[in-house]
């Protein structure tokens, strides 16, 4: 067997940590190309061509999980904030976080300077609701929604496996893209425009 036929059919898995979380990463090294269809997609029968042009909305990305506003304690359903009058920028952050806390004032400033085109929503964990209180008030945070999980269960069911993490999604709720790490302002435009 030759080398290239080993490392085709290995897939390699490589963790990169960043400076609040962690995440997974895999890379694969298998040499099917993407677009060539699974044996099972080649034995399914064709069906016939649908009078509706249109395809089904896609589901939304956002969790159906309750979530607190950190402000006022009040209960928020997370699967809610869609649709939306315009697309959303979630932000994955703790209070714990230093680069969360180094971003915050970039964070709300984006927020408002962008308000008109996008809403941008704080989703945070891993501390406690007091310790996501100061961490807004120390941050003056007020065109930024801060909401507050108690228990993982949004970033689990978003993929989020460290902080500070951006989603971008529709006004829908389909996901655009997602960055880890600083605020990707640019990129973030870029999508935008």
């Given at each position: 067997?030759?080398?290239?036929?080993?490392?085709?059919?290995?897939?390699?898995?490589?963790?990169?940590?960043?400076?609040?979380?962690?995440?997974?990463?895999?890379?694969?090294?298998?040499?099917?190309?993407?677009?060539?269809?699974?044996?099972?997609a080649?034995?399914?029968?064709?069906?016939?061509?649908?009078?509706?042009?249109?395809?089904?909305?896609?589901?939304?990305v956002?969790?159906?999980v309750?979530?607190?506003?950190?402000?006022?304690?009040?209960?928020?359903?997370f699967?809610?904030?869609?649709?939306?009058?315009?697309?959303?920028?979630?932000?994955?952050?703790?209070?714990?976080?230093?680069?969360?806390?180094?971003?915050?004032?970039?964070?709300?400033?984006f927020?408002?300077?962008?308000?008109?085109?996008?809403?941008?929503?704080?989703?945070?964990?891993?501390?406690?609701?007091?310790?996501?209180?100061?961490?807004?008030?120390?941050?003056n945070?007020?065109?930024?929604?801060m909401?507050w999980?108690?228990?993982?269960?949004?970033?689990?069911?978003?993929?989020?496996?460290?902080?500070?993490?951006?989603?971008?999604?529709?006004?829908?709720?389909?996901?655009?893209q997602?960055?880890?790490?600083?605020?990707?302002?640019d990129?973030?435009?870029?999508?935008?425009?």
């Amino acid at each position: 067997m030759n080398v290239a036929g080993i490392v085709g059919g290995l897939t390699l898995s490589a963790l990169a940590l960043t400076a609040c979380g962690t995440t997974a990463t895999v890379v694969s090294t298998d040499p099917t190309p993407l677009t060539q269809p699974s044996q099972e997609a080649q034995t399914q029968p064709e069906q016939a061509p649908s009078n509706n042009p249109e395809p089904p909305p896609a589901e939304s990305v956002l969790p159906d999980v309750d979530l607190l506003e950190v402000s006022t304690g009040s209960d928020v359903e997370f699967a809610g904030l869609v649709p939306s009058d315009k697309p959303i920028l979630l932000w994955a952050w703790a209070p714990h976080c230093a680069i969360c806390a180094g971003e915050a004032a970039g964070v709300e400033e984006f927020a408002q300077a962008n308000s008109k085109d996008i809403n941008v929503v704080g989703i945070g964990t891993q501390d406690s609701l007091d310790l996501a209180e100061d961490f807004v008030d120390t941050h003056n945070l007020q065109q930024t929604r801060m909401l507050w999980d108690t228990g993982f269960e949004s970033w689990r069911a978003l993929s989020i496996t460290g902080q500070p993490t951006w989603v971008l999604i529709t006004p829908q709720g389909e996901e655009i893209q997602r960055w880890q790490g600083g605020l990707p302002t640019d990129e973030i435009l870029a999508q935008l425009a």
